[in-house]
Nanobody, 129 residues
Framework: QLQFVESGGGLVRPGGSLRLSCAASGFSLEDYAIAWFRQAPGKEREGVSSISKYGQFTNYADSVKGRFTISRSNTQNTAYLQMTGLIPDDTAVYYC??????????????????????WGKGTPVTVSS
């Protein structure tokens, strides 16, 4: 059974940090590039960051550049999103997704949620004092 499970979300104070994980089972993460998206209440899903199959290329939304870092471990079949300097505007449900890196660049992937092959169910992040 194919599964893509996010974890690591929670409640954090402004300025705090969280590390989100996205574990794949039933398929090899190495076959896909990975993107993180987020959706805040009442807003559209937004591309946050993406990483190529072997991690050599990454891309970030301007709103998180310099604060978030995407990474992956193909041996552990897991992708990560390290979030630092969190602000209330980062509050959202965060989703990881897998896509065909041969069809989309890491930059294009952030604006193409409909092109994702697999989605996790999301993990909520709340930034509040």
């Amino acid at each position: 059974q194919l599964q893509f499970v996010e974890s690591g979300g929670g409640l954090v104070r402004p300025g705090g940090s969280l590390r989100l994980s996205c574990a794949a089972s039933g398929f090899s993460l190495e076959d896909y590039a990975i993107a993180w998206f987020r959706q805040a209440p009442g807003k559209e899903r937004e591309g946050v960051s993406s990483i190529s199959k072997y991690g050599q290329f990454t891309n970030y939304a301007d709103s998180v550049k310099g604060r978030f870092t995407i990474s992956r471990s193909n041996t552990q079949n897991t992708a990560y999103l390290q979030m630092t300097g969190l602000i209330p505007d980062d509050t959202a449900v965060y989703y990881c997704a897998a896509y065909d890196g041969a069809r989309l660049s890491t930059a294009t992937a952030l604006s193409a949620p409909s092109a994702m092959n697999y989605w996790g169910k999301g993990t909520p992040v709340t930034v509040s004092s």
